[in-house]
């Protein structure tokens, strides 16, 4: 059974940091790019609206990619023995709240529908 469990959010304050982590199991995900989203408060999932993307990497090349609202902020990395995704968060902003979920899709597939999802963890960030 594959699964994916996000860990590290919490309640920080403005200009803080916070890394959250991503542990990836039940299959190698060497063909994978394993990804970053989030979902604001109030912005519940409907059918059509995507969550927004924050970053992705592929699993087996280390190759990145940010969205504009968080590169420079945000670093996304992997740890292969530990078979871990990683996204350290500097510079936090109170519009950065939300629940923030790990997703990975294979190599070439689109981030429009995922094939797994781990199950969120929320971050605040006070102002």
């Known amino acids: 059974q594959v699964q994916l469990v996000e860990s590290g959010g919490g309640l920080v304050q403005a200009g803080g940091s916070l890394r959250l982590s991503c542990a990836a199991s039940?299959?190698?995900?060497?063909?994978?790019?394993m990804g970053w989203f989030r979902q604001a408060p109030g912005k519940e999932r409907a059918p059509g609206k995507e969550r927004e993307f924050l970053a992705d990497i592929s699993w087996s090349t280390g190759t990145t990619l940010y969205a504009a609202s968080v590169k420079g902020r945000f670093t996304i990395s992997r740890d292969d023995a530990k078979n871990t995704l990683y996204l350290q968060m500097n510079s936090l902003k109170p519009e950065d709240t939300a629940v923030y979920y790990c997703a990975a899709t294979r190599v070439g597939s689109s981030w429009s529908s995922p094939e797994y999802w781990g199950q969120g963890t929320q971050v605040t960030v006070s102002s």
């Open positions: 039940g299959r190698t995900f060497s063909s994978y790019a």
